[in-house]
Every structure is written in C-alpha cells, then in structure tokens.
C-alpha cells in the first residue's frame, strides 16, 4: 500500500474529526530537536507539541526507561501499589519542592483534579458553605478541553455549542491584580491562572503581578493554582515560571513535559493540606499514577536536570529573543518570551500568522501560529546556539517577505 502524502491525508480527513487543521506535513521520525516526514524531509521542531517534547524527541534514557519498564510492569491500578509510584513522589517532591502530588494523565484532568481538590478544601477546611465555592480565573486562559474548564474559557470557538456549563467561575482580566482584589469574596477558594498565557499567545503578565497575587491570596485565604502544563520543567529558563517572581503556589500543576512526550502524565502538587482532603474513593484514575508512567516521568525530570536543559533554555532563549528582536521587517508588531517560549506577532495588515507557518515549513522549521496573527516558538530546551542563528536566518527570510 503506498502512503503518500495525499493519501494520508485524505484518509485522515475521510475517518478523522476534524478537530484540528495541521499544517501539511506528515512525520515519521524525531530525534533531539530535529523530525523528518515520509518523504525525508528535515525540520527544526519549533512547537515541541505544546512544550511536551521539552528534552527533545526520543530522548535515549526516556526511552530505555520506558522500554525498560514496558518489558516489566505497565499498569496496575491504584487498587493495588507498584513499586514506581512511591520512587515517582520522592523524586518530584524533591525537584519541586511540594509535599503531596497527585498523579494523573493529561493535563486538562489535573486542572479538574485541581478544581475538585480546592472546592473540596474550601468547604471542609476554610468553612465555604456547601455548593458556594467560587473560584476565579483570567479571561484568555487556556486549561484544557473538558466540559468543566471550557466552561471558564472566554473564547467563543472553544465554548461553542458544548454548553450548558457548570456554574462557580469568575472571570477577571490577566495581569490586573485590583481585578483579582475586587473579585474575592468569602466564597473564593481559588485563584486559577497560568504564569504566561501560551495559547493566548505567550502573554507575559507586567512584572510584580504574581508578587502581588500571591499577597492577595495568602491575605484572603484563597489558593493559588499555576498551572505550568506549559511554563513548567524549564520552558521558561527556570524549573516553574514561579521562580521568575520570586513566589510559590500551593497548588502546582504540572503535564506536558513530565514525561518529555512519551506518554501521558500529569500531576497535581500542593504544599498545604488541599490534596490531604481526598480521602479514599473521593477521587481516581485507572492509569493515572501507573508505573509505566512514573518510570517514563522519573527519567524525564531526571534528564531535564542532570542534562542541564532547564539553564540551556535560558541561554538559548536569550540568544533566541534577542535574534528576534533584531529582524527589521515591517511585519513584525511585536516580539516576546521568556526562556524557550517565544512568540513573535505580525502586524494585522501582514496577513495570517498561518501563512508564515507554512512558509517556515517550505525552510525546514515547524512553527505553530495561534490567534491569527501571532507565531509561537517552543522548541526544544535541547537547541543549541548554532541551531537557534540557523533558525533565526529562517525566520528573518519568511519575516521580510509579506503575506498580505
Ligand atoms: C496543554 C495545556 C493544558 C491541557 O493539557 P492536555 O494534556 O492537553 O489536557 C492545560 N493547561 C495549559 C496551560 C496547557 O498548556
């Protein structure tokens, strides 16, 4: 059977939900930061899939562990224990700082796992009356694809036809810390936010924003949930984007590069007593916490540090924002990041972001526009100085042309 692009393609569209609009490339093969489709091709991994792929495609120890593991024990339900959860907790509490962690898959299920814990917490340790929690989040977030979290979305595409929604969310503007204190009431048990709002298209929020959030918080008595399924483990230049405030959260979520893009693995960490009120049967997941898993993510975390991916991220995103900065083209509206999560918008009158995408593939490198006119970078911690000036000549000869 060949299986040439337009075959493929077709097929996917013939059988698949059309979900997604990728761009059109059909891949084979990873390794570090470069992939291959099926006709050879080489490119430059720019998206790093949301940030899962942080410590490179197939990153040898991940998948030796994984193989390793594969071989042994792969799930057994938390019915029973397995010999690699207890090892997966030690170790990232102790990178991370936590002192309970709650393992589950993707990252949108950690959210609601968050979501459930904190509700949880607020009636039965801060004194909520049943069925008032409130829990505040930011217009433009993004947390994931459930009912539950696009209920809070504020984007019409996500939110579309999949209501109704369940009530107990207030939305407030990202980065407006006198939003967030005229919003608590009694009723607040969480602040939900992200450090930088990716999908929104890397929104860093102004400097001493989450200095001041974390006193609002500790003053009312309301958690504070980051969720770092994309600014965590390194992507910033820091292990959790906290870092870059100077704070911490008491509830951290983390997904995506956990397992470095070998498997599904999210976690939900706290500092408090929040994960202590889940009592037996209140919560769960068949896979969640499996040894497959927490092997894959030991190694993950393991190599993230013992690689020095996390102070790379910093260096290369240096070199790689500042590369940006210095392309003039009349395209170019704005450009920004921290560490490896980068964005780079277009003026409205260059045309869509999508277009310059497409031509970035046409010079070996994967970028993902996001909002029509912005083009977010991400590749993987593992990029070198030489890779980056290699990419920035890309993006210099795709940002001098116009699309418009
Ligand atoms: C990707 C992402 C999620 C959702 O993770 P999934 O694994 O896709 O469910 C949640 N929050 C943020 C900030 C993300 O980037």
């Known amino acids: 059977m060949s299986s040439s692009v337009i075959d493929l393609l077709a097929t996917e569209a013939r059988f698949g939900a059309q979900n997604y609009q990728p761009i059109g490339v059909v891949l084979t093969r990873g390794e570090g930061v470069w992939v291959w489709d099926i006709e050879g091709n080489r490119y430059l991994d720019c998206l790093s899939a949301y940030s899962a792929v942080s410590q490179g495609h197939c990153h040898p120890k991940i998948l030796a562990a994984m193989v390793e593991q594969a071989g042994r024990l792969t799930l057994t ?14 170790e990232i509490a102790a990178l991370t700082g936590s002192h309970k962690v709650l393992p589950m898959n993707s990252g949108a299920e950690a959210v609601e796992s968050a979501i459930k814990s904190v509700r949880k917490w607020g009636y039965e340790v801060k004194g909520v009356a049943d069925g008032q929690a409130e829990i505040i989040v930011c217009a433009d977030n993004f947390h994931g694809r459930t009912l539950g979290i696009v209920g809070f979305s504020t984007d019409a595409e996500t939110r579309g036809h999949f209501g109704p929604f369940a009530p107990g969310f207030k939305i407030i503007p990202f980065g407006d810390a006198a939003a967030l204190d005229a919003a608590i009431t009694p009723n607040t048990v969480a602040f939900l936010v992200e450090p930088i709002q990716g999908e929104a298209g890397v929104i860093i929020p102004p400097a001493g924003y989450f200095t001041e959030v974390r006193e609002l918080c500790t003053a009312n008595n309301v958690m504070l949930v980051l969720d770092e399924i994309q600014t965590g483990l ?11 405030e100077g704070i911490e959260a008491d509830v951290t979520l983390l997904g995506k590069a956990l397992s470095g893009g070998f498997y599904p693995v ?17 919560h769960g997941s068949t896979f969640g916490g499996n040894p497959l898993a927490c092997a894959v993510a030991r190694a993950a975390m ?100 116009d699309f418009s």
């Open 77 to 90: 339900s938390r019915a029973f224990h397995n010999d690699q959860l207890a090892l997966f907790y030690e």
């Open 234 to 244: 390194g992507r910033t230049g820091k292990l959790l984007a906290e870092q870059h």
């Open 266 to 282: 999210s976690a939900v960490l706290s500092n408090n007593d929040v994960l202590g009120t889940l009592r037996p049967g209140q």
């Open 302 to 401: 393991r190599v993230l540090v013992e690689e020095g991916m996390i102070e790379n991220a910093a260096t290369q995103g240096a070199r790689f924002l500042q590369g940006l900065k210095d392309i003039r083209a009349n395209t170019i509206r704005d450009v920004r990041g921290r560490g490896l999560m980068l964005a780079v918008e277009l003026h409205p009158e260059a045309g869509r972001a999508r277009r310059y995408c497409e031509a970035l593939q046409g010079k070996g490198i994967l970028a993902k526009d996001t909002h029509e006119h912005t083009i977010r970078i991400a590749p993987p911690l593992v990029i070198t100085s030489d890779q980056v000036d290699w990419a920035l000549e890309q993006f210099a000869t795709i940002l001098t042309q």
